[in-house]
Structures are given as structure tokens and as C-alpha cells.
């Protein structure tokens, strides 16, 4: 049966309105947030200025502006993080303290930078999506990038003062050069893919499953008979990096706090009935409809993609997966944000498969954003 035309206008409107309603989302919710303080940011280290923001990192900018205007010192930076969670994530923080030059305010610099990162992430995912369904034009890429921007984790995360949209975009971008990478081998691309896996651990350690997905691409791909190449890969683009960021933790003398995060979560496991209903709602949130792309896939549809794009995705999906859920099954919403635009990809080629892809498209992107409001307001 043939897939009737799917009007490409029409799914790039789609794509700008809901870009510019989960900016706008995000926003209000930061300032909504300031008056309405949730009890996670009751805490000093989950607040700046009355907003909402995680783990000290809009502090950490601040100190780094103070620095760079000659009215702080830099080990005040480095105390700083290493009295904190993820004292190595200091890449987004510099850029939001050289953005606050422009914008006179660290919030507001966050704000812009973490909508600017969900922006990125939706326009990777569309070249992304484009690489995996050639035959579908524009149209697939323009549903992969409104699945990103219109699922209800993106809107939660949008313009928020976190390292989650930034671990979103940044890892996208390691997709296309692992893609890249595991099909042409050019030196400017394995280099290109390190230092996106290099500094990507200097934004979020969450980052660190991904430093196994170009080995384990190629042990697929070789049936797992070849092992010199990713054994190669391995040290490449895994033991290089942690390297790299090991030494990082090691500059600022945070070598102790850079793993006493990890040490809690992993070892602070624990199972009761309520524990696993949140967890079990942030999936059913997280996946929605997004299961039925593997029946469209087990039924031989996804044949007619291409296998170096699929295979790469699929692979980074199940090992940010289950690397998360190895921190005994966290519930914390914005820590699968990664998987979104993952998600989105694989999902574009068989939703513009559908009869009346755009009504679909907008039906999702409603839901979501009612379910937005709705856990915001409600």
C-alpha cells in the first residue's frame, strides 16, 4: 500500500509553534516555580535568586563571571563544585557566565542556553532522522524534531537551570558522529566523536554509558567475531575520555567527590510499592506510544531504513537505558531526557507511514502539553 504525500509545511509549522509554546512553557514555569517553590528546591544547592536550580550549577556561573571579571578567585569555582554533585559539569556553567556578559542576569543566561540546547537537540534529531529514512524527505525529519520539542519531558525541562537539556543535545550530536564513524572511519570524524564524548562528561557524567557505544557498534556489526577494531574503539573513544575527565576531577582536587555521587545512588538501592509507582509513571510519561515503533520494527518494516543509522540508535538507547535504571531505577524525570530524542528518531520514519501524519503529530503534541499544564498546575 502506498504512504500518501505528507504535507511538509504543514509538519514544519507544527515543529515552530511547538518550539515556540515549549519555550514559552518553560519559562513560565521558572518564574511560576519561583513563587511556587516545589519541596525538592527548598534546599540552598537547588536554588538561585528564588529559582528553581539544580545542584548549584547557576552558582557555579556566577563564580565563574566573578572570576572572569577580576572580582573572584578561581578556586572559590573549584570549592564550589567539589562541594556539590557532578563537580566536573562546569562547560555549561562557563558558557552561561559568558552569556550573563550579553544578558545581565544568570537565570535568564541559563534559561536561554537551555532552550537554545533543546532547539539543537530537535534539529539533530532531525538530520538524524532524515540519515535513517532516506526515502522520506523532509518529512520525517520535521516529525522527529516536533516528537522532541512536543514530548511532555521536554517541555518539563525546557528553559530549566539543569544540565539535562544540554546531556540531550550533546549526545544526539555523538549519534550523527558515531553514525558517521562506524560507516567511513574518516580521522576527522573519530576525532570529532571524541572530543563531543570528552567534553560532553565535562556537561554530565550521564554522558559516561555512551563512551561503550562505538565499540559495541562494531562488535555488532562484526557478529561479534572481530574484536581488534573495537578493542581499538574501546580505548579510542572510552578509556581516553574517562581519562581525559579523570584528569579534570584530578585538577581541581575532585577526585573524591567526582564519584560520591555515583557511590550513594548505586549503593542506596531500594524496592517498596510506592518507590516503583512513581518510577512506573515517569516510563509510562517517558515511552507513551513510543513501544509500537518496536512491533513496526519486528514486523520487517524497518528493513527499508538504513542498519548503520538504526543500528547506532537502538544501541545508544539500550545503554543509557539501563545504565540509568542500574542507579536502582531512578525516578527523576529529567535524567531520561537523553532518551527522548532517541526515541524521536526511531519513531519519525513509521509515524510518516501513518495515514495523516500531521493530524497525529498534532494530537500528541495537545496531549503533551496538557499533560505539562496539568502536572504544573495542577
Excluded at 535513517?132 to 518529512?139: H, K, N, R
Aim: net charge positive.
Amino acid at each position: 500500500m502506498s504512504v500518501p504525500p505528507t504535507p511538509v509545511r504543514g509538519l514544519a509549522l507544527v515543529f515552530a509553534l511547538t518550539f515556540l509554546f515549549t519555550a514559552a512553557y518553560g519559562v513560565g514555569k521558572l518564574y511560576w516555580q519561583r513563587s511556587n517553590r516545589p519541596d525538592f528546591a527548598r534546599t540552598q544547592a537547588n536554588q538561585y535568586e528564588g529559582f528553581v536550580a539544580i545542584d548549584d550549577y547557576a552558582t557555579r556561573a556566577e563564580l565563574i563571571a566573578a572570576w572572569m571579571r577580576g572580582e573572584g578567585e578561581l578556586e572559590a569555582v573549584f570549592a564550589k563544585a567539589r562541594s556539590g554533585f557532578h563537580p566536573a559539569s562546569l562547560l555549561v556553567p562557563c558558557a552561561v557566565a559568558l552569556l550573563s556578559f550579553v544578558v545581565p542576569s544568570i537565570p535568564l543566561a541559563f534559561a536561554a542556553l537551555a532552550s537554545a540546547a533543546l532547539l539543537g537537540a530537535a534539529l539533530v534529531a532531525r538530520r538524524l532522522a532524515l540519515r535513517l529514512d532516506p526515502s522520506g524527505g523532509a518529512a520525517t525529519g520535521w516529525i522527529a524534531a516536533s516528537l522532541v520539542v512536543g514530548h511532555c519531558l521536554s517541555m518539563r525541562t525546557s528553559a530549566q537551570l539543569q544540565m539535562d537539556p544540554f546531556c540531550h543535545f550533546q549526545a544526539l550530536v555523538a549519534l550523527v558522529f558515531a553514525v558517521r564513524w562506524s560507516e567511513q572511519r574518516r580521522a576527522t570524524d573519530g576525532v570529532a566523536l571524541f572530543l563531543v564524548l570528552a567534553s560532553g562528561l565535562f556537561v554530565k557524567i550521564s554522558l559516561l554509558p555512551l563512551l561503550a557505544l562505538p565499540s559495541l557498534v562494531g562488535l555488532v556489526r562484526g557478529r561479534f567475531r572481530a574484536w581488534k577494531q573495537p578493542l581499538v574503539d574501546g580505548l579510542r573513544f572510552g578509556v581516553l575520555p574517562a581519562a581525559t575527565w579523570l584528569a579534570g576531577l584530578f585538577a581541581i582536587g575532585a577526585i573524591e567527590a567526582g564519584f560520591a555521587d555515583m557511590h550513594d545512588q548505586a549503593t542506596q538501592f531500594r524496592i517498596d510499592l510506592g518507590y516503583l509507582r512513581l518510577f512506573g509513571t515517569e516510563m509510562l510519561l517517558l515511552f507513551q506510544a513510543f513501544p509500537l515503533v518496536a512491533l513496526v520494527w519486528l514486523r520487517g518494516r524497518g528493513r527499508e531504513l538504513d542498519v548503520a543509522t538504526a543500528r547506532v540508535v537502538w544501541l545508544a538507547l539500550g545503554l543509557v537505558l539501563l545504565a540509568t535504571w542500574g542507579f536502582r531505577f531512578p525516578h527523576i524525570a529529567r535524567i531520561y531526557l537523553p532518551l527522548v530524542g532517541m526515541l524521536a528518531v526511531l519513531a519519525a520514519p513509521c509515524l510518516r507511514r501513518l495515514r495523516h501524519p500531521l493530524g497525529w503529530l498534532t494530537a500528541f503534541v495537545v496531549a503533551n502539553a496538557s499533560l505539562s499544564l496539568y502536572g504544573l498546575l495542577g
